[in-house]
């Protein structure tokens, strides 16, 4: 079994940055690739893709909406993962997700993700 966990969530004023942190753990998590991804979910509406990032680090994808104002990267050596965000917006406001997938290759579907964490919320204040 894997777990996920999310943690750097709060208060911030528009244009402020949070950095979320997501660790990862369990046996399998150990022995495998895998791809990470950042979720979020606002209220009132469904999950969206925010990032994603694949194995080794070299590839990354974001949402047209937070590109270039959110950066996501990787530590291995600690099992976690970041994703640093800058220039907050008021919509930014949701519950983040970070999600662990058992392949290599990164991918904006949420379907493709095999564990996931019971996320961090994040509010953004105008």
């Known amino acids: 079994q894997v777990q996920v966990v999310e943690s750097g969530g709060g208060l911030v004023q528009a244009g402020g940055s949070l950095r979320l942190s997501c660790a990862a753990s369990?046996?399998?998590?150990?022995?495998?690739?895998?791809?990470m991804g950042w979720f979020r979910q606002a209220p009132g509406k469904e999950r969206e893709f925010v990032a994603t990032?694949?194995?080794?680090?070299?590839?990354?994808y974001y949402a047209d909406s937070v590109k270039g104002r959110f950066a996501m990267s990787r530590d291995d050596a600690r099992n976690r993962m970041y994703l640093q965000m800058n220039g907050l917006k008021p919509e930014d406001t949701a519950v983040y997700y970070c999600?662990?997938?058992?392949?290599?290759?990164?991918?904006?579907?949420?379907?493709?993700?095999?564990?996931w964490g019971q996320g961090t919320r994040v509010t953004v204040s105008s």
């Open positions: 999600a662990a997938r058992l392949n290599s290759r990164a991918t904006i579907s949420s379907d493709e993700y095999d564990y």
């Open positions: 369990g046996r399998t998590f150990s022995v495998y690739s895998y791809a």
């Open positions: 990032i694949s194995w080794n680090g070299d590839n990354t």
